[in-house]
């Protein structure tokens, strides 16, 4: 690459002049000068200067070329003696000398600690250097001294500290880009005022690197009168100053200040930016109104307010900039009316975005024509309705509408099937509004790629044709009916919540599914064998609460991408653990009220070690609980309540780490629904981060003594083995569930005293310990206080002290027929008596928890099924 800075004739141009001239031409003796003077710097140029090849070829070595591919690297050219004809170095023509160094994007790697400043330094004349996107973590930041140097481009470079003073000798520069030029935590800047050395800068990007520690980071960017372009994303930057007289870049085009945290209101000085075209203050922080005197910035071609929390109204004035393109003002705090004013003269506009500002309303009248052609259209969560917004009708070059909770009511028009219908990739989000009718029988004639239309009023048959662009389809929370048609090209489907039926056997056409979700509806039939076969992309595959039947599908076992298998609440049977061998990724099973049988295979432990979710509560598994089990390190939910297991419980349970360990945090790619049966209920979270971890083993045929290591799993919040035939005593390491809110042992044959360990839980607000063999004094104090029910420890005929009547200063005998009561069922007032004292357990309970949610948040967003099946739980049995 040659650049050439001031023309200058060559020799070869000289020569065939002279020799077209008469003898007698005056012009004759300077231009033979002439010629003598070329021809001397064109030898000088047949190769670069010698000192200048040993200087490049240094720093060549200061890069490991060697291993990685690197014999392709452009680097590798630096050969033979010409340097000017190196790849990616440019020489002056007349003087031979280097002038630039362009190495962008070359990914090499320097080796050396100095790898820049010991040899680089020697190119005196260098006006360009761009050594961006190499990676120079092991070099310290140069202390460059290239007097010429304009252009310096070391963005994505990474160098491990250093200083950046030393760039104050470079007066020349107009150009610094310095975009993660040093590694985090490697350096530290407290002034910039090196910038004051750099009067002719007009493009400055110190994007990345941390200036919090700089107190006064904005004196020396005002003092460069001549900036152009301002960088500062993610710099994070705390301050501004609000108001300055001082100010002066009447020239800033560009200023970006994305993803820092400065907390003030816009300050006055932005709107006397004049020459602004690009404004970002995407997330950075600012709160306040905008000034009306933004409209004062009227060569403004993007605006980006997003991610702030500004507030007030939309000022009017925004009617001025008539260059605007972008307007990204969501996630903001908006509020009042925005109307025509604002947008007749915006004709140029293209991206309109006021999302997620919630008191913020758009009042256009109907039959209003806009003066632009939007490709974007955000409003989502902005008062649009309750009529669909005509004025879009006009808008036939829409790639993105959305236009959720936007309080839209009634029925789509027709014609906004046909405005996406022109351009191509158009994704339209109508969710969350009160939209009722059908959908037209055929979408595709549309070139739609996303649809959601959740949580609507809508109804009648699904769609029979798809587009073949359409990848995402959600339609939960309407009321759909009648079949699933064919649709082969979708790769998530979203129907959850509707009232469709019949078999689901038309997927078998679908070839690129990673999400579907059909659960709450009325599919019955088998599920489809070649689901397992033709859809093994699949990662989410929710088909709860439904009415399939029939076996589960020996094909499931080649979806080995699946993340979460959700097939709850069906009439499925067979034996899909087994089938489960190689889903390796798998973290949520919820297999519960099926009629599945089988054992829980050995190699669980081993082969879903992702395991977050395990839920197989109401089938027929049976068999022992494997020991290995316990290696499911990421376990937090493990149901395997009202099945036929029998054996010990692994005395290895404790291992379990996500439940010993104090967080109890649920990320699942997916959002699906998480059930829990604690405090004598079922509860439903979606997708809560601060769900409690739960451990619910009840109503088995389990035996032997419960683990000593039980008492590990600190982080627990609920635990259940109620309705077992576990013996021997409740350990004392129970005190150590430091977190635990509900712990039910009731309905075993446990023994022995009660540890004086269980005062000590201090969350706990369940409690059932009846119908055991308990004896001893109650211990008393703390929690336990607040727990004073009777019916908890009801059916322990051997218990004495409060809150149970029976004192403990008198000795009672027990013969072996009471005892033998205690084998519940079998006796009918024993029977009552049990149901009794659950209800009244359950009151007991609800009541607790009832203050518990009321005060404490972590369970403010949980909610809870209805009552029928808490008493279908609670009469099961
Ligand atoms: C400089 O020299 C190179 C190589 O001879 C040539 O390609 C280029 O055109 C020259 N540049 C100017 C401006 O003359
Ligand atoms: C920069 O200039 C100052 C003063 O002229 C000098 O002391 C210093 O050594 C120079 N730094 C470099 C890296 O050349
Ligand atoms: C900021 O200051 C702290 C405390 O002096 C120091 O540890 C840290 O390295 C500095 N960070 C930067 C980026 O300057
Ligand atoms: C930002 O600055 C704060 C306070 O100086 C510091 O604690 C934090 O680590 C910095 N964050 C980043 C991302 O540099
Ligand atoms: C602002 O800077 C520009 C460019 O350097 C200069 O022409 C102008 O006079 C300055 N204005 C003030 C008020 O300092
Ligand atoms: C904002 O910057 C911080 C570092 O300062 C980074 O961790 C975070 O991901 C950034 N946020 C976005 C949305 O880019
Ligand atoms: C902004 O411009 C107005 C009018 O030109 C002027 O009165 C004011 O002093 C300027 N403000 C700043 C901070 O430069
Ligand atoms: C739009 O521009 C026209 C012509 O410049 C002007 O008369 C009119 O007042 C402007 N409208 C608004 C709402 O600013
Ligand atoms: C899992 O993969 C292994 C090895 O490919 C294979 O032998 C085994 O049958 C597979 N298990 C199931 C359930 O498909
Ligand atoms: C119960 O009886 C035993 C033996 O008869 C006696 O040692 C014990 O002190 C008695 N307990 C109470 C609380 O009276």
Redesign the pocket.
Known sequence: MYIKYWPLPTHTTLLSALLTMQPSNPLLPPLLLCLLVTLRHATAADGCLAAEREALLGFKAGFNLAGDGGGSNPMSLWQGQDCCGWPGVACRNATGRVVALDLHGWELQATGRRTISSSLLALTQLRRLDLAGNDFSSSRFPELSFRKLRYLDLSFTAFSGGRLDPLANLSSLHYVDLTEALSP?S????HLRWLSGLPDLTHLDLSG??????SDWFSPVISLNRLEALYLEEC?LSTIPISSATVNLSSLVVLDLYNNSIATVLPDWLWNLTSLVHLNLFQSGFAGPVSEAIGDLTSLESLDLRYNSLNGSIPSSISKLTGMVEMFLHANDFGGVVSEAHFSNLTNLEYLWLSWNDRLSVSLRRNWEPPFQLTEVGLGGVLVGPQFPAWLKSQTGIRRLDLWGSGIEGALPEWLWHNVSSAVNISVDLSGNRITGKLPPSLEFTKLTELTLGSNLLEGPLPTELPASLGSLSLDNNSFSGHLPPWPYLNALSLENNKLEGSISSLCQSTSLQLLVLSNNKFTGEIPHCLGESSRGLQSLNLGNNGFSGTIPSSIRFLTGLTDLELSNNGVSGEPLLLLENCTMLSYVDLAENRFTGIIPHWIGDNLPALIYLRLRSNMFSGQIPTELAKLQSLQILDLASNNLSGAIPATIGNISAMASSQATIFLLHPIDLHVYSKGQDMYYRQSPDLVNSLDLSSNSLVGDIPEGIGDLASLGSLNLSRNRLTGKIPQSIGGLALIESLDLSMNLLSGNIPESLSSLTFLSYLNLSYNNLSGEIPSGHQLQTLEDPSIYMNNPYLCGPPVSKSCSSNVTVTETESSEKEYGKNNSDLVWQCISTILGFVMGFWIFCGVIFFKDRWRHAYFSGMDKLFDGIFRQ
């Open positions: 935590g350096y530290r800047i407290d690197l941390d200036l919090a520690n700089v994070n």
